[in-house]
Each structure stands twice: as structure tokens, then as C-alpha cells.
């Protein structure tokens, strides 16, 4: 583009921080190299706040780009945080670029020491101070999101051009709006807008228009961007690795230290499943502590076992003052743990016998019959179950003490 045409400036809008902090580097990085490809003006948005105002303003000072935004004042000073705009001469024409940030966005914990004033008073008083130093072109750099930046300039008169961020979708072919001309970026740096701005004798602006471009192969790599890359990705590569490193060693020790999986008892489970949860309050196995209490062998390890929720098993059932969410047979006795919920709707599991015979042995229900018994627990039994066989119950009622 410099090659094609006389008179450029190149802008980015801003919005470039990484959002995790892992990546934090990339922000450093990405301003450096702004930096050598000589960019002119940079947009500003709270992303560049994430990782607080002292870092952006060291990189500001150490990189030396001019990052502007025209509405973010630092609360105690009264000062704006950043220079509102540059001003630049290209061959015979003036351009003025100032930066503006929404004031509805969350500034996180920001927003204690720095503020934000109302976007369109800023522009208007922008317009008016870079025309008053000759500014012949007026660019506007905006992270105030599409239908904010599009009502801003039908407001405030003498942008030329707008450039529009903030999540902002890509439209190949920018708009005009009144008299202005937008630009509606791209994502992830991988487009490059155009805006060609004629004037006319008067250096009033005669035509405008904009087009964006994908930067394919084609384009080709600049030697000194390209190194960059590389010396940047390699060690950032490395700190990653080591990143990953810890991360696995921690896991590993969790893995080795007791129960990272566990019981989580009933009232999780109905929070989403009341239906089954109303069902199930209905059953024995709901009240089988109370049947312990009541019996005073509550505190019989013998006895205890079938009556809870995994006991002596990591994660499930201590005592009643340590678990007390775990007494009682509970879903989790026939559904599994529901710390591997996932695994459990990945693959749902009918219930067979097996699962009961853990608890209803030969010795403690005689009577087991699992198609007799299974209606009594399955939660959408239409009507009335058959009844139990003859005697279910009396060997461990007499194991209670004989009732
Ligand atoms: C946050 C809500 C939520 C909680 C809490 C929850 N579940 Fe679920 N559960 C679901 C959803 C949603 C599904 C359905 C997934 C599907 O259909 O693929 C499901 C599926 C299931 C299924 C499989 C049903 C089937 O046959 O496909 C079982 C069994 C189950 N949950 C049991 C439990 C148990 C036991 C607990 C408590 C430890 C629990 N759930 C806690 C939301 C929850
Ligand atoms: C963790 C142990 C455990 C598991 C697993 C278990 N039960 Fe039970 N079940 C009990 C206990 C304990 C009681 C008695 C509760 C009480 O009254 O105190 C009981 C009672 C019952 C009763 C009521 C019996 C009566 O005399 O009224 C039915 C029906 C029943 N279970 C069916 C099942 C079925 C079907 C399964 C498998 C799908 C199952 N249970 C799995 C422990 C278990
Ligand atoms: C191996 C598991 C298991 C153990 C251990 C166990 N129970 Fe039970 N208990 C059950 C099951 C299953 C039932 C339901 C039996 C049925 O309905 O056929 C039950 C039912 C009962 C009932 C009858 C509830 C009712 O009114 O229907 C009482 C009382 C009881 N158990 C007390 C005890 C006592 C006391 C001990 C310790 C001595 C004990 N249980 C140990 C599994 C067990
Ligand atoms: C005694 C064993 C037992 C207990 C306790 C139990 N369930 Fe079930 N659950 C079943 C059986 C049996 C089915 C029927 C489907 C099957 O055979 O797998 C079932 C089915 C389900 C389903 C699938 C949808 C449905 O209703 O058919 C969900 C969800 C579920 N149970 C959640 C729960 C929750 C939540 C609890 C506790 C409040 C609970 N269950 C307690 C045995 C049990």
C-alpha cells in the first residue's frame, strides 16, 4: 500500500491483549512489532487494562508507541492516561488520529482508579482541536462496538474516517455513514483494511471508501517481522513447556494424595433431577440412618456399611459429623459417584442386580428378587409396584434387636 499510493497511514485499532494470562507475552510482543512496521496510531480498549494500568504504561514508554485514547482519565490526577492523539503530517496532507473507549465496558479492578468519560463529548472536542491545528483528515480509532461507533459519528459532525472495534464482525466492503467512512476490521490480525481518502481543491475531502484484505501467503513476509516471530515463538514455546511441566506435576501429586473424586450426596443431585429426587424420598432407602438411630446402631461399624453412602471407600462415607450429606442409601449407592457424572451420561448404564446385591446379600435380604424389588427404586414406575414378598425385612429387623 505505501508502494501504491503517496500518502498512508497506518493505524491499529487496538483490542489486541491476550485474554488468558498465560499468553500475557503476546501483548509485549504484538507492540514491538507495531513498532517495527512504523504503525502510526494505536486504538486502546479495556483489554489493554488486564494486565493493569503499570504494565501497559511501561510497555507504552518502553516500545514508544503512541497508543491513544481521548477518554480514559486517571481518577486521582485528573489526567488522561494515555496521549488523546497524534497528529501527523504525510506529504502535503495533515492527518489527526484520536482513540476512543466505550464507557459502559467493565473496567474490572480498574475501575477504582481510572474512568471513562461519555465518548461522543470527547470527539466532539477532538474534532474541534485537531481541525483548530490544521488537522486536514480526521481518523477516529473506536472500541465502542458497531451500533455505538455507527450512532456516534451520524451524531458528531468532521470524522472523516471511522475505524470500528471491539468485536466487531468483518465486512469486506466498509460503510458510509453521513459522511463518514468506516472500516469494519477482521479478527485475529489477519486482515488489513484500506480506506482511500480523495480531496478536493479545497482539501475538503472529495471521495471515500474502504475495502479489507485477508493477509494470505501472497503478501508475503518482512525479514525483520518474520525474526521476530520465530525468536518470540521459540521462547515463549519453552516458558509454555514449563508451564505444562508444573501443571502435570501437580496433577500427578493430586492423583497420588486420597479421594480427589467423591461423594456429593442427594441434594446435589436433586437440584437437577427433582422428579427422581421426590421418587426416591418416598423409599427405604431414604430414611436407612433413621433405621440405625432408631435401632442405636448407628455407631455399629457392622451395621453401618449398607446403610450410607460409600463407606470405606476414598471419598464417601466417615461419620456423621465428618460426612453427614452421605447417610442414608442415596443415588449415588445404585448411580455411582457423582464426581464422574460426565462418565455416567457419556455412557448410561442400566441398573442390574449386581448393584443391589452389594447391599441386599442372602444374609441381610433374604428376599431379594430383583424384578420385585427394582420397581420399588426405578423413579418412573407407572402406578402401584407388586408387592414385596412375604418376610422382607424381618432378618435385619431382627438384626436390629428383634421389633
Ligand atoms: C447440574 C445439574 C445436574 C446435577 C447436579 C446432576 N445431574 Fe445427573 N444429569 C443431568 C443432566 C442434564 C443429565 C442428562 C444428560 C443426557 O441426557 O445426556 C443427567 C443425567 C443423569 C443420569 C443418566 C440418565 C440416563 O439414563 O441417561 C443419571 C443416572 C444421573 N444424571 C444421576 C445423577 C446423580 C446421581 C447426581 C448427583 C450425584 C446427578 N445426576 C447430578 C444434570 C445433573
Ligand atoms: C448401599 C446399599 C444398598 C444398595 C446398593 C441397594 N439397597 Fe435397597 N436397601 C438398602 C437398605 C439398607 C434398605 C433398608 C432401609 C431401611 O428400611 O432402613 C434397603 C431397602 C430396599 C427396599 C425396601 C425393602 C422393604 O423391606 O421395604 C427395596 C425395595 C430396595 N431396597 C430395593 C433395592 C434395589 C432394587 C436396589 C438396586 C437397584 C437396591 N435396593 C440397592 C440398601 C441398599
Ligand atoms: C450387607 C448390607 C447390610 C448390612 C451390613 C446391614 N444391613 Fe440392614 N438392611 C440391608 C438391606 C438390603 C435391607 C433391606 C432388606 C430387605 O428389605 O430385604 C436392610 C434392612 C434393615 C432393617 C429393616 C428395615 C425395615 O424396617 O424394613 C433393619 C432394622 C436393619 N437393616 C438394621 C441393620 C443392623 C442393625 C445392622 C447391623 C447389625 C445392619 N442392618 C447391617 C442391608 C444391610
Ligand atoms: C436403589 C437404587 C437407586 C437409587 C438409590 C436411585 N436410583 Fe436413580 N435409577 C435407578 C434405577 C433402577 C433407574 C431406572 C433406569 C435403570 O435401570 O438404569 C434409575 C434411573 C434414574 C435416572 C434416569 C431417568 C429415569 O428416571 O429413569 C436418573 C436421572 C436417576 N435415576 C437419578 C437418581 C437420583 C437423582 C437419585 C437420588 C435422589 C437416584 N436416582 C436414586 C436406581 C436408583
Known amino acids: 500500500m505505501k508502494a501504491s499510493y503517496g500518502q498512508v497511514v497506518l493505524v491499529d485499532n487496538g483490542y489486541f491483549f491476550p485474554e488468558d494470562d498465560l499468553h500475557k507475552d503476546v501483548s509485549w510482543f504484538l507492540m514491538d512489532a507495531m513498532k517495527v512496521l512504523g504503525t502510526d496510531a494505536v486504538g486502546m480498549s479495556e483489554k489493554e487494562l488486564r494486565f493493569g494500568v503499570g504494565y501497559l504504561k511501561a510497555q507504552v514508554k518502553r516500545t514508544q508507541l503512541p497508543m491513544v485514547c481521548a477518554n480514559l482519565y486517571e481518577k486521582k490526577t485528573k489526567k488522561l492516561l494515555l496521549q488523546p492523539y497524534v497528529l501527523k503530517q504525510v506529504g502535503t496532507v495533515k492527518v489527526g488520529i484520536f482513540g476512543l473507549m466505550s464507557n459502559t465496558v467493565d473496567l474490572g479492578p480498574m475501575k477504582d482508579s481510572l474512568t471513562v468519560e461519555e465518548p461522543s463529548a470527547a470527539a466532539k472536542r477532538m474534532v474541534a482541536e485537531l481541525r483548530k491545528k490544521g488537522a486536514t483528515v480526521v481518523v477516529?480509532?473506536?472500541?465502542?462496538?458497531?451500533?455505538?461507533?455507527?450512532?456516534?459519528?451520524?451524531?458528531?459532525?468532521?470524522?472523516?474516517?471511522?475505524m470500528v472495534g471491539h468485536n466487531v464482525p468483518l465486512l469486506q466492503k466498509g460503510r458510509t455513514i453521513k459522511n463518514t467512512v468506516a472500516c469494519y476490521g477482521g479478527e485475529q490480525g489477519q486482515y488489513i483494511g484500506r480506506t482511500v481518502i480523495t480531496l478536493d481543491p479545497q482539501r475538503r475531502k472529495a471521495t471515500a471508501d474502504n475495502e479489507t484484505f485477508i493477509l494470505s501467503a501472497e503478501v508475503g513476509e518482512r525479514k525483520e517481522i518474520a525474526a521476530l516471530v520465530k525468536g518470540f515463538e521459540d521462547s515463549f514455546n519453552e516458558k509454555l513447556q514449563k508451564a505444562e511441566k508444573e501443571r502435570a506435576a501437580k496433577e500427578q501429586a493430586k492423583a497420588t494424595s486420597p479421594s480427589p473424586d467423591h461423594y456429593l450426596g442427594a441434594e446435589v443431585c436433586i437440584r437437577c433431577h427433582a422428579q427422581e429426587g421426590e421418587q426416591w424420598k418416598t423409599t427405604r432407602h431414604a430414611r436407612a440412618w433413621q433405621t440405625l438411630v432408631d435401632g442405636k446402631k448407628d455407631a455399629t461399624p457392622e451395621c453401618v456399611g449398607c446403610h450410607v453412602v460409600g463407606y470405606k471407600q476414598p471419598g464417601g462415607?466417615?461419620?456423621?459429623?465428618?460426612?453427614?450429606?452421605?447417610?442414608?442409601?442415596?443415588?449415588?449407592?445404585?448411580?455411582?459417584?457423582?464426581?464422574?457424572?460426565?462418565?455416567?451420561?457419556?455412557?448410561?448404564?442400566?441398573?442390574?442386580?449386581?448393584?443391589?446385591?452389594?447391599?441386599?446379600?442372602?444374609?441381610?435380604?433374604?428376599?431379594?428378587?430383583?424384578?420385585?424389588?427394582?420397581?420399588?427404586?426405578?423413579?418412573?414406575?407407572?402406578?402401584?409396584?407388586?408387592?414385596?414378598?412375604?418376610?422382607?425385612?424381618?432378618?435385619?429387623?431382627?438384626?436390629?434387636?428383634?421389633k
Do not use: W
Open 317 to 402: 462415607f466417615v461419620s456423621v459429623t465428618a460426612t453427614p450429606t452421605l447417610t442414608n442409601v442415596q443415588c449415588e449407592s445404585c448411580h455411582g459417584m457423582g464426581t464422574q457424572h460426565e462418565a455416567l451420561t457419556a455412557s448410561p448404564r442400566r441398573i442390574t442386580a449386581e448393584t443391589c446385591r452389594q447391599c441386599h446379600t442372602a444374609t441381610n435380604s433374604p428376599t431379594f428378587d430383583f424384578a420385585l424389588y427394582q420397581p420399588h427404586v426405578a423413579h418412573k414406575y407407572a402406578g402401584t409396584p407388586p408387592p414385596l414378598p412375604e418376610g422382607h425385612g424381618t432378618s435385619m429387623q431382627r438384626a436390629a434387636g428383634g
Open 140 to 162: 477516529l480509532l473506536s472500541q465502542l462496538g458497531k451500533v455505538e461507533s455507527e450512532d456516534l459519528v451520524t451524531a458528531v459532525e468532521g470524522v472523516d474516517a471511522i
